[in-house]
Protein backbone atom coordinates (compact mmCIF):
# COMPACT_ATOMS: atom_id res chain seq x y z
CA UNK A 1 0.00 0.00 0.00
CA UNK A 2 2.86 2.19 0.61
CA UNK A 3 4.16 1.60 -2.86
CA UNK A 4 0.98 3.56 -4.24
CA UNK A 5 0.76 6.57 -2.13
CA UNK A 6 3.02 8.47 -4.15
CA UNK A 7 1.56 7.32 -7.97
CA UNK A 8 -1.89 9.27 -7.12
CA UNK A 9 -0.35 12.50 -5.68
CA UNK A 10 1.79 12.87 -9.11
CA UNK A 11 -1.26 12.06 -11.18
CA UNK A 12 -3.22 14.84 -9.65
CA UNK A 13 -0.09 17.30 -9.38
CA UNK A 14 0.10 16.56 -13.26
CA UNK A 15 -3.85 17.15 -13.96
CA UNK A 16 -3.68 20.33 -11.95
CA UNK A 17 -0.85 21.96 -13.68
CA UNK A 18 -2.46 20.70 -16.93
CA UNK A 19 -5.68 22.46 -15.97
CA UNK A 20 -3.83 25.83 -14.81
CA UNK A 21 -2.02 25.45 -18.30
CA UNK A 22 -5.57 25.82 -20.30
CA UNK A 23 -7.45 28.35 -17.72
CA UNK A 24 -3.87 30.81 -18.35
CA UNK A 25 -3.74 30.04 -21.92
CA UNK A 26 -7.49 31.00 -22.48
CA UNK A 27 -7.70 33.70 -20.52
CA UNK A 28 -4.86 35.08 -21.75
CA UNK A 29 -6.66 34.74 -25.22
CA UNK A 30 -9.63 36.26 -24.30
CA UNK A 31 -7.98 39.05 -22.34
CA UNK A 32 -5.86 39.95 -26.03
CA UNK A 33 -8.88 39.28 -27.85
CA UNK A 34 -10.66 41.95 -25.73
CA UNK A 35 -7.33 44.38 -25.60
CA UNK A 36 -7.83 44.20 -29.81
CA UNK A 37 -10.99 45.05 -29.62
CA UNK A 38 -11.19 47.68 -27.46
CA UNK A 39 -7.95 49.21 -29.32
CA UNK A 40 -9.78 48.67 -33.01
CA UNK A 41 -13.22 50.38 -31.25
CA UNK A 42 -11.05 53.75 -30.56
CA UNK A 43 -9.54 53.95 -33.16
CA UNK A 44 -12.70 53.70 -34.74
CA UNK A 45 -14.49 55.83 -33.34
CA UNK A 46 -11.67 58.69 -33.22
CA UNK A 47 -10.71 58.29 -37.29
CA UNK A 48 -13.18 56.42 -38.93
CA UNK A 49 -16.83 57.99 -37.59
CA UNK A 50 -18.00 58.82 -41.38
CA UNK A 51 -16.98 55.60 -43.54
CA UNK A 52 -19.46 53.73 -45.54
CA UNK A 53 -20.82 50.13 -44.97
CA UNK A 54 -18.14 48.67 -47.41
CA UNK A 55 -15.21 50.50 -45.59
CA UNK A 56 -16.64 49.47 -41.85
CA UNK A 57 -17.30 46.13 -43.42
CA UNK A 58 -13.26 45.60 -44.74
CA UNK A 59 -12.91 47.37 -41.28
CA UNK A 60 -13.75 44.72 -39.17
CA UNK A 61 -12.28 41.93 -40.94
CA UNK A 62 -9.30 43.40 -40.28
CA UNK A 63 -9.93 43.87 -36.96
CA UNK A 64 -10.25 40.02 -37.15
CA UNK A 65 -7.33 38.93 -38.88
CA UNK A 66 -5.33 41.02 -36.36
CA UNK A 67 -6.92 39.79 -33.64
CA UNK A 68 -6.66 36.46 -34.88
CA UNK A 69 -2.58 36.35 -36.05
CA UNK A 70 -1.79 38.27 -32.53
CA UNK A 71 -3.27 35.44 -30.80
CA UNK A 72 -1.84 33.31 -32.57
CA UNK A 73 1.76 34.44 -32.01
CA UNK A 74 0.70 34.78 -28.68
CA UNK A 75 -0.34 31.13 -28.09
CA UNK A 76 2.49 29.84 -29.76
CA UNK A 77 4.92 31.69 -27.95
CA UNK A 78 3.26 30.36 -24.86
CA UNK A 79 2.99 27.01 -25.74
CA UNK A 80 6.85 27.11 -26.78
CA UNK A 81 7.77 28.95 -23.71
CA UNK A 82 5.43 26.35 -21.65
CA UNK A 83 7.25 23.43 -23.14
CA UNK A 84 11.21 24.31 -23.15
CA UNK A 85 10.10 24.87 -19.35
CA UNK A 86 8.91 21.43 -19.43
CA UNK A 87 11.80 20.14 -21.04
CA UNK A 88 14.19 21.76 -18.66
CA UNK A 89 12.79 20.30 -15.85
CA UNK A 90 12.62 16.74 -17.51
CA UNK A 91 16.12 17.13 -18.36
CA UNK A 92 17.43 18.19 -14.50
CA UNK A 93 14.73 15.19 -13.35
CA UNK A 94 16.55 12.80 -16.06
CA UNK A 95 19.74 14.17 -14.76
CA UNK A 96 19.33 13.95 -11.14
CA UNK A 97 17.67 10.28 -11.70
CA UNK A 98 21.10 9.34 -13.57
CA UNK A 99 22.75 10.93 -10.25
CA UNK A 100 21.50 9.15 -7.93
CA UNK A 101 21.83 5.79 -9.87
CA UNK A 102 25.67 6.25 -10.66
CA UNK A 103 26.33 7.90 -7.53
CA UNK A 104 24.74 4.38 -5.58
CA UNK A 105 27.53 2.16 -4.29
CA UNK A 106 25.43 -0.86 -5.03
CA UNK A 107 25.57 -2.47 -8.90
CA UNK A 108 21.72 -1.68 -10.02
CA UNK A 109 20.72 -3.30 -13.13
CA UNK A 110 16.73 -3.13 -14.43
CA UNK A 111 15.92 -5.53 -16.38
CA UNK A 112 12.36 -6.98 -18.13
CA UNK A 113 10.63 -10.48 -17.66
CA UNK A 114 13.07 -12.10 -19.86
CA UNK A 115 16.08 -10.49 -18.62
CA UNK A 116 16.85 -7.61 -21.05
CA UNK A 117 18.58 -4.95 -19.30
CA UNK A 118 17.39 -1.69 -19.58
CA UNK A 119 19.42 0.26 -17.37
CA UNK A 120 22.76 -0.26 -15.47
CA UNK A 121 24.76 2.29 -13.57
CA UNK A 122 28.56 2.57 -12.87
CA UNK A 123 28.97 0.87 -9.91
CA UNK A 124 27.64 -2.62 -12.30
CA UNK A 125 29.94 -1.67 -14.96
CA UNK A 126 33.09 -1.89 -11.86
CA UNK A 127 31.95 -5.12 -10.31
CA UNK A 128 30.67 -6.83 -13.70
CA UNK A 129 33.06 -5.70 -16.09
CA UNK A 130 30.31 -4.42 -19.18
CA UNK A 131 29.62 -1.00 -20.24
CA UNK A 132 26.37 0.41 -19.96
CA UNK A 133 26.59 0.83 -23.88
CA UNK A 134 27.61 -2.82 -24.40
CA UNK A 135 25.07 -4.63 -22.22
CA UNK A 136 21.88 -2.51 -22.65
CA UNK A 137 19.26 -4.20 -24.70
CA UNK A 138 21.15 -7.38 -24.52
CA UNK A 139 19.98 -10.35 -22.39
CA UNK A 140 21.64 -10.78 -18.21
CA UNK A 141 25.01 -12.06 -18.70
CA UNK A 142 25.93 -11.79 -14.80
CA UNK A 143 23.92 -14.88 -13.80
CA UNK A 144 25.69 -18.35 -13.73
CA UNK A 145 24.07 -21.37 -15.47
CA UNK A 146 23.72 -23.06 -11.63
CA UNK A 147 21.53 -20.43 -10.70
CA UNK A 148 19.44 -19.45 -13.71
CA UNK A 149 16.55 -21.57 -12.20
CA UNK A 150 16.97 -19.47 -8.84
CA UNK A 151 16.61 -16.47 -10.60
CA UNK A 152 13.21 -17.45 -12.13
CA UNK A 153 12.59 -18.28 -8.77
CA UNK A 154 13.01 -14.26 -7.35
CA UNK A 155 11.11 -13.26 -10.60
CA UNK A 156 8.15 -15.02 -9.70
CA UNK A 157 8.37 -14.14 -5.56
CA UNK A 158 8.17 -10.10 -7.26
CA UNK A 159 5.44 -11.11 -9.62
CA UNK A 160 3.09 -12.19 -6.84
CA UNK A 161 4.00 -9.30 -4.54
CA UNK A 162 7.03 -9.98 -2.52
CA UNK A 163 10.14 -8.40 -2.10
CA UNK A 164 13.62 -10.28 -2.17
CA UNK A 165 15.76 -8.47 0.11
CA UNK A 166 19.73 -10.03 1.17
CA UNK A 167 19.30 -12.54 -0.84
CA UNK A 168 23.35 -14.53 -0.24
CA UNK A 169 24.08 -15.83 -3.89
CA UNK A 170 26.23 -15.73 -6.71
CA UNK A 171 27.12 -13.69 -10.11
CA UNK A 172 29.39 -13.70 -12.42
CA UNK A 173 31.65 -10.80 -14.47
CA UNK A 174 33.11 -10.74 -17.78
CA UNK A 175 35.90 -13.03 -16.83
CA UNK A 176 33.56 -15.72 -15.86
CA UNK A 177 34.78 -15.66 -11.67
CA UNK A 178 31.77 -16.14 -9.66
CA UNK A 179 31.41 -13.45 -7.39
CA UNK A 180 29.57 -13.62 -4.20
CA UNK A 181 26.85 -11.23 -3.96
CA UNK A 182 23.80 -10.06 -1.91
CA UNK A 183 20.79 -9.66 -4.12
CA UNK A 184 17.88 -7.70 -3.23
CA UNK A 185 15.11 -7.87 -6.10
CA UNK A 186 12.11 -4.62 -6.64
CA UNK A 187 9.28 -4.15 -8.62
CA UNK A 188 9.51 -1.50 -10.73
CA UNK A 189 6.78 -0.29 -12.75
CA UNK A 190 6.20 2.09 -15.43
CA UNK A 191 2.18 2.35 -16.49
CA UNK A 192 1.24 -1.04 -16.71
CA UNK A 193 4.53 -2.86 -17.79
CA UNK A 194 6.00 -4.44 -14.51
CA UNK A 195 10.05 -4.80 -14.77
CA UNK A 196 12.37 -5.86 -11.85
CA UNK A 197 14.97 -3.87 -10.19
CA UNK A 198 18.31 -5.62 -9.22
CA UNK A 199 20.48 -4.23 -6.53
CA UNK A 200 23.67 -6.46 -5.89
CA UNK A 201 26.40 -5.91 -3.49
CA UNK A 202 30.21 -7.04 -3.61
CA UNK A 203 29.99 -9.37 -0.09
CA UNK A 204 33.12 -11.49 -1.35
CA UNK A 205 35.40 -9.76 1.67
CA UNK A 206 32.47 -10.19 4.20
CA UNK A 207 32.12 -13.97 2.83
CA UNK A 208 36.19 -14.57 3.60
CA UNK A 209 36.26 -12.87 6.67
CA UNK A 210 32.99 -14.80 7.89
CA UNK A 211 34.99 -18.01 6.71
CA UNK A 212 38.08 -16.94 8.71
CA UNK A 213 35.55 -16.37 11.91
CA UNK A 214 34.29 -20.19 11.80
CA UNK A 215 37.82 -21.10 11.25
CA UNK A 216 38.74 -19.79 14.83
CA UNK A 217 35.87 -20.72 16.13
CA UNK A 218 36.69 -24.57 14.78
CA UNK A 219 40.30 -23.81 16.21
CA UNK A 220 38.64 -22.44 19.60
CA UNK A 221 36.70 -25.68 19.55
CA UNK A 222 39.71 -27.92 18.96
CA UNK A 223 41.89 -26.12 21.55
CA UNK A 224 38.85 -27.50 24.21
CA UNK A 225 38.94 -31.11 22.66
CA UNK A 226 42.75 -31.00 22.71
CA UNK A 227 43.15 -30.03 26.53
CA UNK A 228 40.35 -32.78 27.46
CA UNK A 229 42.45 -34.97 25.31
CA UNK A 230 45.50 -34.29 27.03
CA UNK A 231 43.82 -34.51 30.48
CA UNK A 232 42.28 -38.02 29.72
CA UNK A 233 45.21 -39.53 27.98
CA UNK A 234 48.48 -38.27 29.05
CA UNK A 235 47.45 -40.23 32.41
CA UNK A 236 47.31 -43.90 30.86
CA UNK A 237 49.58 -43.12 28.41
CA UNK A 238 52.47 -42.45 31.34
CA UNK A 239 51.68 -44.93 33.29
CA UNK A 240 51.71 -47.33 30.22
CA UNK A 241 55.28 -46.23 28.94
CA UNK A 242 56.36 -46.81 32.63
CA UNK A 243 55.31 -50.37 32.64
CA UNK A 244 57.29 -51.14 29.69
CA UNK A 245 60.14 -49.06 30.65
CA UNK A 246 59.75 -51.38 33.64
CA UNK A 247 59.43 -54.40 31.68
CA UNK A 248 62.09 -53.75 29.17
CA UNK A 249 64.38 -53.04 31.95
CA UNK A 250 63.68 -56.75 33.48
CA UNK A 251 64.10 -58.11 30.01
CA UNK A 252 67.44 -59.25 29.01
CA UNK A 253 68.89 -57.26 26.24
CA UNK A 254 69.71 -60.35 23.92
CA UNK A 255 66.00 -61.54 24.14
CA UNK A 256 63.68 -60.76 21.00
CA UNK A 257 61.31 -59.64 23.53
CA UNK A 258 63.75 -56.77 24.66
CA UNK A 259 63.67 -55.06 20.84
CA UNK A 260 59.58 -55.35 20.43
CA UNK A 261 59.54 -53.75 24.16
CA UNK A 262 61.98 -50.94 22.83
CA UNK A 263 59.78 -50.18 19.95
CA UNK A 264 56.61 -50.27 21.86
CA UNK A 265 57.77 -47.49 24.82
CA UNK A 266 59.13 -45.29 21.89
CA UNK A 267 55.33 -45.65 20.23
CA UNK A 268 53.80 -44.68 23.78
CA UNK A 269 56.39 -41.67 23.76
CA UNK A 270 55.43 -40.78 20.27
CA UNK A 271 51.65 -40.99 21.03
CA UNK A 272 52.42 -38.42 24.34
CA UNK A 273 54.17 -36.01 21.93
CA UNK A 274 51.03 -36.61 19.54
CA UNK A 275 48.86 -35.76 22.38
CA UNK A 276 50.60 -32.55 23.40
CA UNK A 277 51.07 -31.46 20.24
CA UNK A 278 47.29 -31.41 19.17
CA UNK A 279 47.34 -29.77 22.33
CA UNK A 280 49.89 -26.96 21.43
CA UNK A 281 48.03 -26.72 17.53
CA UNK A 282 45.69 -24.66 19.34
CA UNK A 283 48.04 -22.26 21.40
CA UNK A 284 50.70 -22.13 18.30
CA UNK A 285 53.66 -22.23 20.44
CA UNK A 286 57.21 -21.50 19.29
CA UNK A 287 59.15 -24.23 17.52
CA UNK A 288 62.69 -25.53 19.20
CA UNK A 289 64.23 -26.30 15.74
CA UNK A 290 67.71 -28.27 16.09
CA UNK A 291 69.76 -29.98 13.22
CA UNK A 292 68.11 -33.64 12.82
CA UNK A 293 68.98 -36.32 9.99
CA UNK A 294 65.88 -36.79 8.01
CA UNK A 295 66.94 -40.39 6.97
CA UNK A 296 66.69 -41.94 10.35
CA UNK A 297 63.28 -40.14 11.44
CA UNK A 298 61.52 -41.55 8.01
CA UNK A 299 62.69 -45.37 9.13
CA UNK A 300 61.46 -44.37 12.22
CA UNK A 301 58.19 -43.17 10.85
CA UNK A 302 57.93 -46.45 8.13
CA UNK A 303 58.72 -48.99 11.15
CA UNK A 304 56.31 -47.32 13.61
CA UNK A 305 53.58 -47.73 10.16
CA UNK A 306 55.18 -51.01 9.17
CA UNK A 307 52.08 -53.16 11.08
CA UNK A 308 49.87 -51.23 8.70
CA UNK A 309 51.66 -51.50 6.04
CA UNK A 310 52.06 -55.32 5.82
CA UNK A 311 47.70 -55.57 7.09
CA UNK A 312 47.30 -53.69 3.35
CA UNK A 313 49.69 -55.34 1.15
CA UNK A 314 51.15 -51.98 0.56
CA UNK A 315 54.51 -51.87 -1.24
CA UNK A 316 56.29 -48.82 0.56
CA UNK A 317 59.28 -47.05 -2.35
CA UNK A 318 62.32 -45.46 0.10
CA UNK A 319 64.63 -43.06 -2.76
CA UNK A 320 66.88 -40.69 -0.21
CA UNK A 321 69.26 -40.07 -3.14
CA UNK A 322 71.91 -40.14 -0.78
CA UNK A 323 70.47 -37.46 1.46
CA UNK A 324 69.82 -40.04 4.39
CA UNK A 325 72.29 -38.37 6.52
CA UNK A 326 71.22 -34.23 5.33
CA UNK A 327 70.25 -32.55 8.37
CA UNK A 328 67.30 -30.38 8.36
CA UNK A 329 66.56 -27.45 11.19
CA UNK A 330 63.80 -29.24 12.59
CA UNK A 331 61.68 -30.24 16.23
CA UNK A 332 62.17 -34.55 16.38
CA UNK A 333 58.80 -34.61 17.74
CA UNK A 334 57.21 -32.27 15.14
CA UNK A 335 58.99 -33.55 12.23
CA UNK A 336 57.90 -37.18 13.23
CA UNK A 337 54.06 -36.11 13.16
CA UNK A 338 54.59 -34.32 10.12
CA UNK A 339 55.69 -37.82 8.31
CA UNK A 340 53.35 -40.04 10.66
CA UNK A 341 49.98 -37.49 9.40
CA UNK A 342 51.21 -37.80 5.75
CA UNK A 343 52.00 -41.39 5.63
CA UNK A 344 48.77 -42.09 7.73
CA UNK A 345 46.96 -40.22 4.62
CA UNK A 346 48.85 -42.17 1.90
CA UNK A 347 47.44 -45.66 3.65
CA UNK A 348 44.44 -44.31 3.82
CA UNK A 349 43.97 -43.66 0.07
CA UNK A 350 45.29 -46.65 -1.69
CA UNK A 351 43.62 -49.99 -1.72
CA UNK A 352 44.49 -53.32 -0.81
CA UNK A 353 48.35 -53.72 -2.89
CA UNK A 354 48.55 -50.29 -3.88
CA UNK A 355 51.99 -48.26 -3.68
CA UNK A 356 53.69 -45.25 -1.67
CA UNK A 357 56.83 -44.00 -2.43
CA UNK A 358 59.12 -41.65 -0.21
CA UNK A 359 61.60 -39.56 -1.95
CA UNK A 360 64.10 -37.02 -1.28
CA UNK A 361 65.35 -34.29 -3.50
CA UNK A 362 67.41 -30.73 -2.79
CA UNK A 363 65.73 -27.71 -4.49
CA UNK A 364 67.08 -24.34 -4.47
CA UNK A 365 67.54 -22.04 -1.98
CA UNK A 366 69.12 -24.64 0.52
CA UNK A 367 65.69 -27.01 0.81
CA UNK A 368 65.14 -30.14 1.46
CA UNK A 369 61.97 -31.55 -0.46
CA UNK A 370 60.01 -34.72 1.06
CA UNK A 371 57.50 -36.21 -1.38
CA UNK A 372 55.25 -38.68 0.09
CA UNK A 373 53.42 -39.76 -3.27
CA UNK A 374 50.89 -42.73 -3.74
CA UNK A 375 48.59 -44.16 -6.33
CA UNK A 376 45.25 -43.97 -4.32
CA UNK A 377 41.99 -42.41 -5.19
CA UNK A 378 43.14 -38.91 -5.60
CA UNK A 379 40.93 -35.85 -4.23
CA UNK A 380 38.43 -33.73 -6.50
CA UNK A 381 39.38 -30.26 -7.14
CA UNK A 382 36.63 -28.92 -5.06
CA UNK A 383 38.04 -30.55 -1.86
CA UNK A 384 41.57 -29.93 -2.59
CA UNK A 385 41.13 -25.94 -1.62
CA UNK A 386 39.72 -27.28 1.66
CA UNK A 387 42.48 -29.44 2.55
CA UNK A 388 44.14 -27.41 5.44
CA UNK A 389 41.12 -26.35 7.18
CA UNK A 390 40.43 -27.75 10.50
CA UNK A 391 37.98 -30.31 10.65
CA UNK A 392 37.44 -30.81 7.20
CA UNK A 393 37.88 -34.13 5.85
CA UNK A 394 36.87 -36.88 2.92
CA UNK A 395 37.07 -39.63 4.79
CA UNK A 396 33.88 -41.56 6.33
CA UNK A 397 32.60 -41.08 9.72
CA UNK A 398 34.79 -42.36 12.21
CA UNK A 399 37.66 -42.96 10.01
CA UNK A 400 39.22 -39.40 10.59
CA UNK A 401 38.90 -35.78 12.24
CA UNK A 402 40.13 -33.37 9.60
CA UNK A 403 42.87 -32.26 11.70
CA UNK A 404 45.90 -34.37 10.14
CA UNK A 405 46.87 -31.57 7.76
CA UNK A 406 45.76 -28.57 9.27
CA UNK A 407 48.50 -30.11 12.23
CA UNK A 408 50.65 -30.52 9.39
CA UNK A 409 50.86 -27.57 7.92
CA UNK A 410 51.15 -25.52 10.96
CA UNK A 411 54.43 -27.45 11.57
CA UNK A 412 55.65 -26.76 8.06
CA UNK A 413 55.23 -23.15 8.54
CA UNK A 414 56.54 -23.07 11.83
CA UNK A 415 59.67 -24.33 10.87
CA UNK A 416 60.18 -21.98 7.63
CA UNK A 417 59.01 -24.04 5.37
CA UNK A 418 56.33 -24.94 2.30
CA UNK A 419 53.87 -27.74 2.08
CA UNK A 420 51.54 -28.62 -1.43
CA UNK A 421 49.74 -31.08 -2.52
CA UNK A 422 49.05 -32.29 -5.71
CA UNK A 423 45.95 -34.53 -6.83
CA UNK A 424 43.85 -35.63 -9.57
CA UNK A 425 40.84 -38.06 -8.84
CA UNK A 426 41.85 -41.50 -9.68
CA UNK A 427 45.46 -41.42 -10.17
CA UNK A 428 46.21 -40.60 -6.67
CA UNK A 429 48.41 -38.03 -4.70
CA UNK A 430 51.90 -36.14 -4.28
CA UNK A 431 52.32 -34.29 -0.92
CA UNK A 432 55.99 -32.33 -1.17
CA UNK A 433 57.24 -30.02 1.79
CA UNK A 434 60.28 -28.40 1.65
CA UNK A 435 62.42 -27.77 4.73
CA UNK A 436 65.66 -25.39 5.49
CA UNK A 437 68.61 -27.60 5.19
CA UNK A 438 70.92 -27.00 8.69
CA UNK A 439 74.19 -25.72 7.46
CA UNK A 440 77.17 -26.40 9.70
CA UNK A 441 79.17 -23.29 8.62
CA UNK A 442 76.15 -20.93 8.78
CA UNK A 443 75.66 -21.71 12.50
CA UNK A 444 79.08 -21.64 13.51
CA UNK A 445 78.86 -18.30 11.96
CA UNK A 446 76.08 -17.54 13.66
Same mark, same amino acid.
Given at each position: ??????????????????????????????????????????????????????????????????????????????????????????????????????????????????????????????????????????????????????????????????????????????????????????????????????????????? $??????? @? =? +?? &???????? %??? /????????????????????????????????????????????????????????????????????????????????????????????????? $??????? @? =? +?? &???????? %??? /??????????????????????????????????????????????????????????????????????????????????????????????????
Amino acid at each position: MEATHPVPRRMGSKQHERGWFWATLILSSISIVALVFAFWELVENRFFRDLDYVSLHYLYISRGVTSSVLLAIWAGWFVTRQRRIAEAELRKSHERYRGLLEASPEAVVLYDRNLCVLEWNASAERLYGWTRDEIRSRELPTVPVSHAAEVRECLREVECGNRVVDRETLRKNRAGEQIEVQLTLLPFREGQQLYFLEITADIRERV $RLRQRLI @E =L +EK &LTSMGQMA %AGT /AHHLNTPLASMLLRVQMMRERTDTHNGIHGDLERLEHSIGFCQQFVRRLLDFSRRPAARPEPESIGPVVQAMLGFLSPSFAAKRASVVVEDDGLSET $RVLADKN @E =L +ET &LLLILLSN %ALD /AISQGGGIGVHLHTVQDGHLEIVIADNGCGISPADQAHMFEPFFTTKPIGKGTGLGLAIAKNIVTEHGGQIRIESSPGEGTRAAVELPIWQANAAVAL
